[in-house]
């Protein structure tokens, strides 16, 4: 594992990275540094220039992924699964102003199977006119699921452009379900914010509140 400079201020650990290849790295070392910390209680992932990666980016309770304004993160080959995974996490999160491409590579932009709290888009912006994290070159942009056993809750989806989709086997680009026929528990919370999906034409810009 790369010896990562770690810079905490007032409770937030962060890393910054400008190679795809070092982003599971870095959330792996952001969180064995907060369970061991006394006063971080939350951590970030910066990337800082455009890259790419390869493999699935496994988040971690706790911590966002968050891309810079103007950066591009390209998942560069095909892999089974999702481009990020927050699957089974507690209040991890994509953010940023950036732009996640999935290039056509995986079904899934970003998962989260029975997530808590999980955030996703520029979130917590104070800017009237904020932009927008994107999502591109995806078949599923975002879906976040109940599975068979455990609800997903209290989703957070603020500030959020997925457009530009895979040229084949494109599906949903926002898809939030209870997956009924898991028999499963029902999704419980959602707060949609300022999202605009684009597939075969643009929808209007949105902004919604809901609970499930």
Same mark, same amino acid.
């Given at each position: ?5 770690? !810079? ?5 650990? @962060? ?6 290849? #070092?982003?599971? #790295?870095?959330?792996?070392?952001? #969180?064995? &540094?907060?369970?061991? /910390? ?13 890259? /790419? ?6 988040? =971690? #309770? ?7 304004? *103007? ?12 481009? &990020?995974?927050? @699957?089974?996490? =507690? @209040? ?5 102003? *950036? ?12 998962? *989260? ?7 996703? *888009?520029?979130? +917590? /912006?104070t800017d009237p006119s904020p932009d927008s994290l994107t999502i591109v070159g995806w078949k599923y942009g975002v879906v976040i699921a109940s599975t068979a056993t455990e609800a997903a809750t209290d989703i957070v989806v603020e500030n959020l452009q997925i457009s530009g989709p895979a040229?084949?086997?494109?599906? &949903? ?10 028999? +499963?528990? =029902? ?19 949105? /902004? !919604? =509140?809901?609970?499930?």
């Amino acid at each position: 594992m790369n010896n990562f400079t770690i !810079v905490e201020l007032n409770g937030v650990a @962060s890393i910054d990275v400008s190679t795809g290849a #070092d982003i599971n #790295d870095a959330l792996a070392a952001l #969180d064995v &540094y907060i369970l061991g /910390s006394a006063t971080a209680t939350s951590g970030v992932v910066n990337v800082t220039a455009s890259t /790419s990666f390869s493999t699935t980016i496994v988040a =971690q #309770d706790n911590i966002a992924l968050n891309l810079n304004a *103007g950066v591009t993160l390209t998942l560069d080959s095909a892999i089974v699964g999702s481009a &990020y995974d927050l @699957s089974g996490t =507690q @209040s991890a999160g994509l953010t940023g102003t *950036g732009t996640l491409d999935a290039a056509g590579n995986t079904d899934t932009a970003v998962l *989260g199977d029975a997530a808590k709290d999980p955030f996703i *888009g520029n979130v +917590g /912006s104070t800017d009237p006119s904020p932009d927008s994290l994107t999502i591109v070159g995806w078949k599923y942009g975002v879906v976040i699921a109940s599975t068979a056993t455990e609800a997903a809750t209290d989703i957070v989806v603020e500030n959020l452009q997925i457009s530009g989709p895979a040229a084949i086997d494109v599906i &949903y680009p926002f898809w939030i379900t209870s997956r009924p026929a898991l028999n +499963g528990p =029902q999704v419980e919370g959602l707060v949609v914010t300022n999202l605009l999906a684009c597939w075969k034409g643009c929808k209007p810009r949105i /902004s !919604v =509140q809901m609970t499930l």
